[in-house]
Nanobody, 126 residues
């Protein structure tokens, strides 16, 4: 079992940057595929980015490709989402998620993830 705690959210102007982090408990972080999802008010939760256990493989939603970068530091049990060129439509609660696995593939669908954090609010003003 793993516990996930997001941090780094906040208020930023359009065009700005923000990095959110997700710290995981436990000693087997390197065996978890990790993902970021977001949910805006009145909308369904949507996939943002995912990274495989080794960090070599990543996946992104079309809406964030070229602007967001997911990375992980297995020594620090932490996954990051660097968000650049932010837009007001990026405003949402951002959640990280984890799936224990033996493979090295990213996962882009929320049902594939068993563990979820509480979320961190990201607000982009126009």
């Amino acid at each position: 079992q793993v516990q996930l705690v997001e941090s780094g959210g906040g208020l930023v102007q359009a065009g700005g940057s923000l990095r959110v982090s997700c710290a995981a408990s436990g000693r087997t972080f390197s065996r978890y595929a990790m993902g970021w999802f977001r949910q805006a008010p009145g909308k369904e939760r949507e996939f943002v980015a995912a990274i495989s256990t080794s960090g070599r493989n990543t996946a992104y939603a079309d809406s964030v490709k070229g602007r967001f970068t997911i990375s992980r530091d297995n020594a620090k049990n932490t996954v990051y989402l660097q968000m650049n060129s932010l837009k007001p439509e990026d405003t949402a609660v951002y959640y990280c998620a984890a799936d224990f696995t033996d493979d090295d593939y990213p996962r882009s669908h929320s049902p594939e993830y068993l563990y979820w954090g509480q979320g961190t609010q990201v607000t982009v003003s126009s």
